[in-house]
């Protein structure tokens, strides 16, 4: 039998289009080749138990290279085909599904995902040639050649081929030699086939894993597996923090093993580092548009064959099934999230720091997710645990204390606003504050992440009844010493003289200056910069809008703490001013208006507001205001 014939395709050769057009990439015609043979397997081994052909031994995919051909053969023992076969499924089904795909692919311009299930015409990106022989399991059979070199034109024949099953040979390309490499099929094979159910071996050795865990029942697996999982998958990037087990059937079938990593800084929130399979067969590593954004960093598997993976991104960001399974995977992270901090909390906190950012920009994001997560927010405190209270949680890693939202708020004492949250934003630029608060007292929230300036807006927004209140926004009753001070002969307090001193000494009319009594002690800090809460998030919004960092507002408030000793000396120094004559200043007055430039400097300097022209500044005026001093003393 010889028969040559005309693919009806209209096309007049699909060869240049499908290695121009279809694949940045060619090497995943390996993956397609591949897959077909284990589908070919898979087929046998259901046709067999249905009585219609032979079983067959255990199924296994060989991967062949010939040099002197120039070529690779890939062979199963699947169900194999017959001739009439052959032309209904290559030359009908494969050619006009090339087209299909062709002239979609054209509209889209790289935009078609994972690009699975393109099957047998792949072969063409790589070969000039492609020869295929093949047997039917089924009984009788007659093995075929089937031959064609890209163009419309084929030969059909019969061939000899003793057991059944099916041999895919590619004449390579010339520039397409790099294939007859065995490193690089073994790399190939271990990228796209590793998890496949199938032995794939080359050159006589076993490459794949063959058994993919995630589609294991979690009742299978230990804490060993799962970790063992991840370093095969991620290696030399540490162990996971904890994992979340997917498995569905209805209404579409999903299988997964999704890990929280420690976020080191370095988290890609935009393309993402879960891998995508299809029926344990590696699709993409790019699955932005099918899990939520804010799950992006997360790493593992997620194996689903409703996918659709031959559609545009844009096509599959609008699917109905694709939106519920990324809300499936959104609520699964919840419940475990949820069960973790109900179960063992100490955990929980110590990967806190990893889990924070999931959980608030997911919430912020996320409707849904938002109701599933608000409770389990947790923020650093400074108030230290009490052993025998119960009401916070354990030590993160880094050895803070932390605590609920609703937690703080029923402990806040009798008389105090019990809506109001103290916070803090940058435990060093706002120690000052921060001190004052927590000398009284006060148990403050530490909210220093970069999320946190959006986080806390949210918050509020979402509870109209709290009022988050930085330590540094403003000062309440219990920070000031309210005890009177007299007036002198002009009926002028200390503290008026002393504010009027320090406006002429900065000449800002930006610059609002409150002269105060601050409990404390010596511990209290002689200044310090206060910086109104709507005023500052307006100047925080804008600088993010800039992109830039926030920095100091032009307006804020200086206060002066007049029961601090250098803030005392500077009072004395001013009543001890006398002029020297007519046009002179007093040498007091200039070195009380230098020490006030000093203390302003100072309260600029603890909260990151001097740049570093400022910090030379800074440094010239200290420099000549110990020599004065010294000069002074001496």
Request: with cysteine.
């Amino acid at each position: 039998m010889l028969e040559q014939g005309q693919i009806q395709i209209h096309t007049e050769n699909i060869f240049p289009i499908i290695k121009k057009a279809v694949y940045s990439g060619h090497e995943v015609f390996l993956r397609e080749l591949v897959s077909n043979a284990a589908d070919a397997i898979n087929k046998r081994r259901m046709a067999s138990m249905a009585g219609d052909c032979s079983e067959g031994p255990d199924g296994l995919i060989k991967l062949t290279i010939s040099r002197e051909k120039k070529a690779i053969t890939f062979s199963d023992n699947g169900i194999g085909m017959t001739a009439d076969e052959v032309k209904r499924y290559i030359n009908q089904v494969a050619f006009s599904s090339a087209e299909d795909f062709l002239e979609k692919y054209k509209q889209e311009q790289d935009a078609i995902i994972g690009h699975f299930g393109l099957g047998f015409y792949s072969s063409f990106m790589v070969a000039r040639e492609v020869e295929l022989v093949t047997k039917s399991a089924r009984p009788d059979s007659q093995a075929v050649r089937w031959t064609c070199d890209g163009s419309p034109s084929f030969t059909l024949s019969e061939a000899e081929r003793s057991e059944p099953g099916t041999d895919v040979i590619l004449h390579l390309l010339e520039d397409e030699l790099e294939y007859l490499e065995p490193a690089r099929l073994r790399t190939l094979i271990q990228q796209y086939c590793d998890f496949m159910p199938v032995a794939v071996e080359l050159e006589g050795e076993s490459i794949n894993k063959q058994k993919a865990p995630w589609r294991q029942s979690p009742r299978e697996l230990n804490d060993e597996d799962y970790i063992d999982l991840y370093r095969y998958l991620y290696p030399f990037q540490g162990d996971p923090l904890l994992w979340v087990h997917l498995n569905t059937d209805y209404p579409y079938s999903l299988q997964g093993i999704l890990y929280f990593p420690k976020i080191s800084g370095r988290a890609d929130w935009e393309k993402g580092e879960i891998k995508l399979y299809c029926n344990q067969v590696f699709v993409s590593d790019s699955i932005k548009e099918i899990v939520p954004r804010y799950l992006l960093p997360l790493r593992g598997v997620i194996d689903s064959p409703d996918i659709p993976l031959n559609v545009s991104r844009s096509a599959l960001q609008t699917d109905r099934r694709v939106r519920s399974i990324g809300n499936f995977v959104a609520k699964k992270i919840a419940d475990r999230l949820k069960a973790l901090m109900k179960d063992d909390p100490s955990r929980y906190a110590q990967a806190w720091d990893s889990l924070a950012p999931f959980i608030k920009i997911g919430a912020m994001e996320d409707e849904k997710f938002a109701e599933q997560v608000e409770s389990i927010v947790i923020f650093g405190t400074s108030r230290h645990q009490n052993p025998e209270v119960s009401d916070t949680v354990m030590q993160s890693e880094s050895g803070r204390e932390l605590t609920t939202l609703e937690a703080y708020c029923s402990r806040q004492k009798e008389g105090m606003e019990s809506k109001r949250i103290l916070y803090c934003g940058d435990e060093i630029a706002q120690s000052a504050a921060l001190n004052l608060w927590t000398e009284q007292g006060a148990e403050v929230l530490y909210a220093d992440s970069i999320i946190d300036s959006q986080f806390i807006p949210w918050l509020e927004a979402r509870h109209q009844e709290l009022k988050f209140q930085r330590v540094d926004s403003e000062l309440d009753d219990s920070l000031r010493d309210e005890s009177k001070e007299l007036a002198d002969q002009d009926g002028e307090t200390q503290s008026e003289s002393l504010r009027a001193l320090m406006k002429e000494a900065l000449s800002n009319d930006k610059v609002t200056i409150q002269v105060q009594g601050l409990r404390g002690g010596l511990d209290a800090p002689a200044a310090l910069i206060l910086l109104p809460e709507q005023m500052r998030r307006l100047n925080d919004i804008g600088a993010l809008m800039d992109q830039r960092l926030p920095g100091l507002p032009e307006h804020h408030v200086l206060v002066v703490n007049r029961n601090h000793p250098l803030v005392k000396g500077l009072q004395n120094l001013e009543a001890g001013a006398v002029l020297t004559s007519s046009t002179a200043e007093s040498p007091s007055k200039v070195l009380a208006r230098d020490l006030a430039t000093y203390l302003y400097d100072m309260a600029k300097l603890s909260v990151g507001g001097l740049d570093p022209q400022d910090l030379h500044g800074l440094q010239r005026r200290s420099t000549k205001l110990l020599a004065a001093l010294m000069e002074r003393g001496g």
